[in-house]
């Protein structure tokens, strides 16, 4: 079978690793951005932000010749390929509903090339986009530009992407499931060979259905896994009150019940990242457009406003008054292996932080650029995770980056000025940490 030449919108974690995968396997792909910087580092193989396992296999796609990133040449890149992977960024905005304004020139882009070009082209929509978004803007769009028809001219899916940040290519290369929403039965056929001569005899269980099914299997999943995460938090919130209850051993017992599943039951602070705050939020948005207010969505996005405020609220029933106090905060990123901090929930407890009169001296393995570009000046950055604690009166921890797990409580002990530790991730054994520290978590009954 002659491979399909590939073209890749928004080069962010899911067009970067959507390029590299296909290019990583002998497809010729060329992506396009509007940022010049990204595409200058892309091209020389160096991934613009951290994703492990990324750098060796981009430097090997770039050195191939297989992929290669173009900057705002959008209809370049779609009259040299087949097919177009749409993955540009989707944000929320202030009101919480979905910005689609990325998709709507993109869509523009992709239209005006179409119109110049008489093959056969399938456009596949990657970004996580409201159900009804692929068939009543983006169809009508490409139709307008291209003066031609969907269906007939050109294909349309909508395919979601179901990646990880801090797995994202492994994520990519081994997917659970491939969801293929299509316009029309020969756009979804071109779509499921290409997965079919990607993955070869691992191709995963690939469901085919509609445009509007496909945008709300991605809201769905994503809001399933944000409800467990605050349900799980709700219960860590009960258990506080209670006398020798700990979350932990719940979430562990309730795990093994097969119809429940032991992931996602991590207590914590709350989920944050590109997705799961933007995601909750715009299929709540969607649906009141629809005329209905999904509650139990709306109580799974409460729980996580006020989720990473306990890390506060325990802090000052140890310190009392903030005002002058060192805080050290490890653990930036929204989660390990990422230097992503959009949402994440480190970003309230620091304001919170701040505006208590705290001093607040923060460190990440990877994430410090990141803050430095939120936080600014507002805050010290220490170089170790010892260099953080050092003379704090309480130390917060924040992401569950394995090196913390590695600080036994003597470490505590000798650099801090007092030694009370906020597990907010539950990453400590409260028995060892609580003989010499003052250890208080989420989800620690009193
Ligand atoms: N990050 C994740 O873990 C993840 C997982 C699954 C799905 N998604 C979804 O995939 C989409 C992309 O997410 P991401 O995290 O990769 O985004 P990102 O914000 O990291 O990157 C998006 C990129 O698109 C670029 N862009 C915008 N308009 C463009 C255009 N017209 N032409 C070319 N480039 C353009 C932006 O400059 C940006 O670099 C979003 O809809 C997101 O919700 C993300």
Request: proline share 4%; glycine share 6%.
């Amino acid at each position: 079978m002659v491979k399909l030449n590939i073209s890749v919108l928004g080069i962010g974690y899911v067009g970067l690793c959507t390029a590299v995968g296909f290019a990583s396997r002998g497809y010729n792909v060329i992506a396009s951005t509007h940022d010049a910087e990204k595409a200058a580092k892309i091209n020389k193989g160096v991934p613009p932000f951290h994703e492990p396992n990324l750098q060796n296999l981009l430097k090997e796609a770039i050195d191939s010749g297989n992929l290669t990133c173009l900057v705002d040449e959008t209809e370049k890149a779609v009259l040299q390929t087949d097919l177009t992977f749409s993955a540009v960024g989707t944000p929320s905005r202030t009101d919480g509903s979905i910005d689609l304004h990325f998709i709507e020139t993109s869509s523009h882009d992709m239209g005006k090339a179409l119109r110049q070009k008489s093959a056969y082209h399938v456009v596949v929509i990657k970004s996580t986009v409201v159900p009804g978004t692929t068939q009543d803007l983006v169809k009508p769009i490409l139709e307008r530009e291209s003066k031609k028809k969907c269906g007939t001219d050109f294909g349309l899916c909508m395919n979601p992407e179901f990646l990880r940040q801090g797995s994202a290519f492994e994520d990519t290369i081994h997917t659970d499931r491939i969801v293929i929403g299509e316009h029309d039965k020969k756009s979804g056929d071109k779509l499921e060979n290409l997965y079919k001569d990607f993955y070869g005899k691992d191709t995963p269980p690939t469901i085919r259905t509609t445009l509007a099914t496909a945008e709300l299997i991605k809201y769905a999943s994503n809001a399933m896994l944000a409800t467990k995460i605050s349900f799980i938090n709700t219960i860590a919130n009960i258990c506080e009150k209670i006398q020798g209850a700990d979350v932990k051993d719940v979430a562990t017992a309730m795990g093994l019940d097969k119809r429940i599943g032991t992931l996602f039951l991590d207590a914590g602070l709350g989920y944050g990242g590109s997705c799961f705050p933007k995601d909750v939020k715009a299929l709540i948005a969607s649906s009141k457009a629809f005329d209905y207010t999904p509650e139990l969505l709306e109580s799974v996005e409460n729980v996580n406003h006020t989720q990473p405020l306990k890390a506060v609220q325990l802090c000052k029933q140890q310190l009392g008054n903030l005002e002058g106090k060192k805080i050290a905060i490890l653990g930036l990123a929204f989660k390990p292996d990422t230097d992503d901090m959009r949402e994440a929930r480190v970003i309230p407890i620091i304001n919170q932080l701040l505006k208590e009169g705290a001093h607040v001296t923060a460190y990440d393995p990877v994430a410090i650029p990141t803050a430095k570009t939120i936080f600014n000046t507002k805050i010290q950055y220490a170089s170790s995770a010892l260099d953080c604690i050092k003379n704090a009166d309480c130390c917060i921890i924040v992401t569950e980056w394995p090196e913390f797990q590695k600080l036994s409580p003597e470490d505590f002990a000798k650099n801090m000025k007092q030694p009370i530790l906020i597990d907010g991730r539950r990453i400590y054994n409260p028995q060892t940490y609580s003989k010499k520290l003052k250890f208080t978590a989420i989800g620690l009954g009193k």
